[in-house]
């Protein structure tokens, strides 16, 4: 079993920056960060692979989020910099086992384990 607890979500002006974190628990394959502002679909937003660390982001975050993960503390990260008041959502970082899935791999379809969620509100 898989549990996710995340963190460090707030208030922040436009231009200001953020860092998210998600503890893990239990053995995951791939972990990523998702948001859903109301009104709007989940979106992934950044993803890394557990062992090979490799990442990929959304277009809209590109540039401005980092994913990082580090193992001794089994915590993932989300750097988020140059904020945007569309960057305003609750946040929530999934997890899954699977080493296959032939779907996209920001689907919330992919991950079976989420968290509880942190709230990011960037102001104007």
């Known amino acids: 079993q898989v549990q996710l607890v995340e963190s460090g979500g707030g208030s922040v002006q436009a231009g200001g920056s953020l860092r998210l974190s998600c503890v893990v628990s239990?053995?995951?394959?791939?972990r990523a960060w998702f948001r859903q502002a109301p009104g709007k679909e989940r979106e992934g937003v950044a993803r890394i692979y557990t062992t090979s660390g490799s990442t990929s982001y959304a277009d809209s975050v590109k540039g401005r989020f980092t994913i990082s993960q580090d193992a001794a503390k089994n915590t993932v990260y989300l750097q988020m910099n140059s904020l945007k008041p569309e960057d305003s959502a609750m946040y929530y970082c999934a997890a899954d086992q699977r080493t296959y899935y032939s779907g996209d791999r920001f689907s919330s379809d992919r991950y079976n384990y989420w968290g509880q969620g942190t709230q990011v509100t960037v102001s104007s």
């Open positions: 239990g053995y995951t394959y791939i």
